[in-house]
């Protein structure tokens, strides 16, 4: 009945490199969005909201 936690063992996180990376690209691309949607350019932050939440945002937490 050891604890895995209290035997010393480290443990990892589950992400690897490519998810950060397209976390990070998700977390780009939105910030660019708002910032885009607040100076006025509706359709190019559209864009780049979409490709943030619907494509790098599943896409980092699936692979």
């Known amino acids: ?27 780009v691309s939105l910030t660019g969005g708002y910032l885009l949607l607040g100076a006025g350019s509706a359709s190019a932050a559209a864009v780049l909201l979409v490709l943030g939440y619907c494509v790098l945002f599943p896409l980092g937490i699936a692979l």
């Open 1 to 27: 009945m050891s604890n895995q936690a209290s035997s010393g063992s480290t443990r990892r996180s589950s992400l690897g490199r490519r998810n950060v990376v397209l976390l990070g690209a998700a977390m």
